[in-house]
Nanobody, 119 residues
């Protein structure tokens, strides 16, 4: 069974930084795209994505502040967030398109990690 486990959320002051991690485990043949979404009370947004060959995309509000990366050897995706703002407060979810051994491709989600930006 494939699962994604996130870590790294927490409370940070405006202007601070956080690094989120998401590790995939289980019987994994291949991981294609990976990404981060966030859910605030009033909206859900795609924050950043990274393809299997390292191409990245970011939400406009995150450009210049957020960096997504992945370690294919560890089946892990990261989101480095700098210059955090109160409007970045949300539950952050990682997502990955995974092909498990013996199964077809599927879309998998982490459990979510809370990020709160407040003084």
């Amino acid at each position: 069974q494939v699962q994604l486990v996130e870590s790294g959320g927490g409370l940070v002051q405006p202007g601070g930084s956080l690094r989120l991690s998401c590790a995939a485990s289980g019987s994994i043949f291949r991981i294609n795209g990976m990404g981060w979404y966030r859910q605030a009370p009033d909206k859900r947004e795609l924050v950043a994505t990274i393809s299997s060959d390292g191409r990245t995309n970011y939400i406009d509000s995150g450009k210049g502040r957020f960096t997504i990366s992945r370690d294919n050897a560890k089946n892990t995706v990261y989101l480095q967030m700098n210059s955090l703002k109160p409007e970045d407060t949300a539950v952050y979810y990682c997502n990955a398109q995974i092909i498990p051994y013996g199964l077809g491709p599927g879309n998998y989600w982490g459990q979510g990690t809370q990020v709160t930006v407040s003084s």
